[in-house]
């Protein structure tokens, strides 16, 4: 079947744009996380939902970061007024069920480069 | 402080030895460890998860688990060149939700 699928998968804005990034998880898995990985650096943790629900927000930087789930599919990560620290790659993972002995399988990730 | 640790190497090994790539936690409780595997410019898949102490092996794979030592391995016996790769150590902590937090990875060369 089909896999997590994220678009776009590269994105250049300039320095203050706002950015939105699609993830689409894999159907009928309850839990979606966001990850941010710095080039060299292993993933680290954004935010997860499940279903329409965010249950944790703890690691979004700052309040230029914004996601949400509405329908409990597909989820919107949006960063608002674009800084030079945002680059790097955005990756999104999906889990079937909502418990920590789940394995996450992860979408390509989006490459976002601020100039 | 960082919660997982793991040597970024580059660790490299010939074709057929054994691989051998650490990683430790900090002082927390924990439930579950993921090994993930990343070639460059790839997302992460899963290679090994393994819940509790002891030794979990699948076909060339063994992950070793030791929670009093706050210790997990994976072992990769007959290397390929295929298996050059980034490996990265996950943990889901007891009470901070369903997230891993990851280490920096250990990136693997095998030599042909």
């Known amino acids: 079947g089909a896999g997590v699928s994220q678009s776009p998968r590269y994105k250049v804005a300039k320095r203050g744009q706002d950015v939105a990034l699609r993830c689409d998880p894999i159907s009928g898995h309850v839990s979606l996380f966001w990850y941010q990985q710095a080039l060299g650096q292993g993933p680290e943790f954004l935010t997860y939902?499940?279903?329409?629900?965010?249950?944790?927000k703890s690691g979004l930087p700052s309040d230029r970061f914004f996601a949400e789930r509405p329908e409990g599919s597909v989820s919107t990560l949006k960063i608002q007024r674009t800084q030079q620290e945002d680059s790097a790659v955005y990756l999104c993972?999906?889990?079937?069920?909502?418990?920590?002995?789940?394995?996450?399988?992860f979408g390509p990730g989006t490459r976002l480069t601020v100039l | 402080q960082k919660e997982v640790e793991q040597n970024s190497g580059p660790l490299s090994v010939p074709e057929g030895a054994i691989a051998s790539l650490n990683c430790t936690y900090s002082?927390?409780?924990?439930?579950?460890f993921f090994w993930y595997r990343q070639y460059s410019g790839k997302s992460p898949e899963l290679i090994m998860f393994i819940y509790s102490n002891g030794d979990k092996e699948d076909g060339r794979f063994t992950a070793q688990l030791n929670k009093a030592s706050q210790y997990v391995s994976l072992l990769i016996r007959d290397s390929q060149p295929s298996d050059s790769a980034t490996y990265l150590c996950a943990v889901n902590f007891l009470n901070t939700g369903n997230q891993f937090y990851f280490g920096t990875g250990t990136s693997l060369t095998v030599i042909p």
């Open positions: 002082d927390r409780g924990s439930q579950s």
């Open positions: 939902f499940q279903n329409e629900a965010q249950l944790d």
């Open positions: 993972a999906s889990s079937r069920l909502n418990n920590p002995y789940n394995e996450q399988f």
